[in-house]
């Protein structure tokens, strides 16, 4: 068994982390760490949990990393991650890093987007940015992945394909896009709480969403021209998945179908449907997938959705995802192509 | 009181109306109709309703109307209601349209959305389009009133005083818009099931919906010059509520602000935010408003956010204001300009 | 216009009472405090609001109230609620108080119960229980009322006058509750998160919550014999909305509806249904009422269930009928009967 | 690979029923079947499948069941299970059925629950009732196991030791049950909308529901002892999900957590909490488990609350569960132990 960490463990995505690599063959959770719960067992910050992994006492983030571990996840905010990503490189462990600390080769990019300087730039050249199915190549012997955000992640999967095949006016790209609740995370703030969320919608990041840098330098570096992109955010009274509307303008529209089923005909988790039928959040639901649709509106007019799970493909899925193929691993280890219904 | 009956009251939209005119100082429901309730009273159908309106025995809608109604409401399907609407003006008794048929002075548009010939379009010349909003003066003396749809509402209320005034690219209109599960009626349908919609999200109606027509129809004709409009709508885990997005761009973007906030100033129903804080749906839960948020993203891009209870302002509000006017009342008698929180 | 201040106006309930009195034809909201907003706006804090009100200034709640307000409605928290109302009271104003402060003339209940000794132990004889429909007579006069809590009020409507026919084993009465997520209060807590309540449901509140002991005094004053209550209540995952089923036991379980039907055959607010119906939260929804089916199970049960919404007859819409029996108006003024639905 | 049927694929607990064989070890899907959907791929009908399974062609239910199908569950409505659990035994084949039909070892308990005769009575002994925890060894080599029902499953899991240990007044045993909606099936109705269910909870099933003929009938089966069980279930706005409090009276209630905590504690999917924690819905989701808390609240009374998913542990969970015991195989196989968070 690979004995893997994971810091920031009792927040939404680490304990989705904590599940995957529960039903995993070949890794096992030996060190699991959160910021203000450590010293408490697992089962007591996370009900879910049962088995021997419930009773693991969780660490402190700043304990060191025990010999054994091979491979950790960090699933703690940005600026907060790079220092913990430079300790684990330093002692020659694998990372796969899910803050946004290191998904920014542009730095004015990484400081536009976060309002601060990046801490440890020296070791973005050492980072992947670990969209699986368009890294894959880079991914295999990388020792630093950035997971991408969720976002990013729901809108690069359809649109880089389009882009590399010189589809796409990349400059009138337009991006609706709306997520469940479990992205906003586990802290406890007014605009979270149940009464507030429920029975309601809104957009939010105007006018400038943080994710928007990060879609619009990967859609450029992997698109290879430049591309302009307007992203709006948007809260659904759900706790999980993501749905993107692409409004998109380009050439050639009868191509764009077959140029997205090509692309992703052997991939075990990007499902692009029949032309004209679109997916629904409840298709992916708790599993790795992206589904994509795709409607021709007019020989320059496309509409394209593309769903997430936001926690899964869209987070610790992911971070799987990438670990299994850092390690030289089936990609689809301990993840499920199929999703949860109802 | 002025004696209304209500054809189509057990529908969602028909319940709201019940409860509307219910609580009016002036108004009083009298005849109330079901298609296949015909026989029950109001309580078997609405547990919701109390008093004496609940034992109101339900009519059949091909019964005749009583000589002392002096208006009624038709909240029936499209295709269906505009029969009745004939009936109803041939007796001299005052309509409220709620359905679509008489929402397009042009047949083909009518034609092209709802897939079949107008069944009498003779009458199309009596029928004010009710965006209560920008054609009170005509409504005023209106014997006929097709009240919008709930979609069209959400995005002509923002969109046509910036259209007068010059400040759009009427070619690049973008909507993106999500309702709410009760926008899809009270039909026993599989895709309606709480378990269908329920942690879940979807677009629909793509390539064209059938409302896209009215709102580029209105648009046009309010805004006087071509309109294209691309409308996206989204089926919303939640009971009421609408949202839509407008993706716009135009020119002299600093004036935007200003000039909506001009134009609904002394609205007792349209509020527009200050720039840059957006509505939420919340914000206008169960009242007859329709807030309005704006953020210039650059001096040729604005986002517009607007959101309506979808029963209330996209149905049986606005029909309510809109017989207020048509009857010479005060046009927020019965109507709520504050909104139910939480 | 009456004037009134609410204290504590920007949490639930006080958001409930401003909209309330907002709508009253002879009250005016105008002094609104809160603990933590103060100097905001009410529209900054209750994005629902419009109007005057909207822009009314919040003050702070230590702040002198208006010598022409004649009415206080207080929102705050037990324990903090009894000082403003001995204020209040001294500088002769009338007192709704919706905190649990002056809710139990004995005085251990209030210790064992809130976990600590009275503040106001001499102001206890000046306050009236204030159970709309059982208590009217009492209140005619009062200048203090202890509005109920939401389970209390849930659970004695339909109980009392069972029990003052004697029907009920007093001994034996199983109360199982379930409670929307607004009844918790709009603190930001780890428990009220969307992400934690949605899509769950569990008891709390064990061995033995707080409203038990009002019950079960209020029980046995207006039942006149000694009773002994099991409460268990649940967080459900909506907004708003109280079920309880009481589990009893009893003699003459024939005459059991007919005893209830009678008992409220005039109420505005209290609707027994026929037998073998039971209501369901939405039949209540935003409205003043309290409904109440009843199953006759064998010769000596009998299983009730009723339904309020928890912030309305539960709190706020209560408080308003009370006030309106204060100050000898119709009880219904400002109140509706009628639910939303859906 | 043990090749498997699964007759009524494609509602809840069919979908379920695949879901979970695809990600066994030693089973695969090699014929599936449907009502109404026959002909269909099964991607058509349940837009989560993905990969070789969604392919499969729906079979018609009346079609033969191919020569190399070792198992079949069946996810058929009571009645029309009967029959095609005769032709599956008679084809010498094992059955996991998932419906009512082989549950009532006491026909006047099957009449009485379902209201007609039983259709194949002589089968009835070849049955196993299959509460996999407490039928372990019957299961072994069962050839017909009856699937037990979701609520008695969540009841009779606690209820069962402390009856066996002589705890329980057995004569007064009331319980208040909440379930997900998606026990109602996927059957397009007017009370399982979204909008009919959302914001609401009812009580449904009185004076007696189905399920509480079969509790008690397997509480005395297995407790020994004449039971008495006062049943109310009530419908909760969340799809998955099942929560049953036990209202329960008897004796030497400080034995009761010990009694408990024993029996299960070599249980891979029962789990006792330490006294006075309760289990919330969500700690089980998606998860096969059953988590029970205990509150002691006298000498004579206890309160016992249990969870489970109810199309998990309620139905396919455990009816992979009692085939992997029938089969000689680990009995979680294919099954989580921890539940999905959040």
């Not at 491979?71 to 600026?79: K, N, S």
């Not at 075990?268 to 449907?273: A, E, I, S």
């Not at 987070?315 to 670990?323: D, L, R, T, V, Y």
């Amino acid at each position: 068994m690979i004995q893997v960490a994971i810091l920031g463990a009792t927040g939404y995505t680490g304990a989705e982390l904590l599940r995957l690599v529960s039903q995993h063959p070949y890794m096992q959770v030996s060190h699991a760490c959160a910021h203000s719960h450590a010293g408490k067992k697992v089962n007591d910050v996370l009900p879910n949990m049962h088995g021997e992994l419930a009773q693991l006492t969780l660490a402190s983030v700043d304990d060191p990393i025990p010999e054994n571990i091979e491979l950790v996840f960090i699933a703690l905010p940005h600026g907060a991650a790079a220092k913990y990503v430079a300790r684990a490189l330093d002692a020659n462990i694998r990372v796969v890093d899910l803050s946004a600390d290191f998904r920014h080769p542009n730095l004015k990019n990484y400081q536009d987007a976060y309002g601060q300087p990046h801490p440890y730039p020296k070791l973005l050249d050492k980072s992947v940015y670990g969209l699986s199915e368009i890294a894959k190549d880079d991914l295999q012997n990388a020792h630093l992945v950035a997971n991408p955000g969720c976002y990013p992640t729901s809108v690069l999967l359809p649109l880089v394909p389009l882009l590399r095949a010189g589809l796409v006016d990349s400059q009138n790209i337009i991006i609706d896009s709306k997520s469940g609740t479990s992205g906003a995370g586990r802290g406890a703030q007014l605009g979270s709480l149940f009464c507030e969320v429920n029975e309601s919608l809104k957009a939010y990041g105007l006018p400038r969403h943080r994710h928007s840098w990060e879609m619009e330098e990967w859609a450029q570096n992997y698109g290879n021209q430049d591309v302009h992109i307007r992203f709006t955010p948007h809260l659904i009274p759900m706790t999980r998945g993501m749905l993107s509307t692409l409004h998109l303008r380009g050439n050639n529209t009868q191509l764009w179908h077959k140029t997205l089923s090509d692309y992703y005909q052997d991939s075990l988790f990007v499902k692009v449907y029949e032309h004209g039928r679109l997916p629904a959040v409840n298709a992916v639901n708790r599993s790795n997938r992206c589904d994509i649709g795709l409607q021709v509106l007019s020989d320059s007019e496309v509409t394209i959705v593309s769903c997430i799970d936001n926690l899964m493909k869209g987070a610790a899925g992911q971070a799987i995802q990438n670990a299994n193929i850092m390690l030289g691993l089936n990609e689809s280890l301990g993840l499920s192509q199929i999703a949860v219904w109802p």
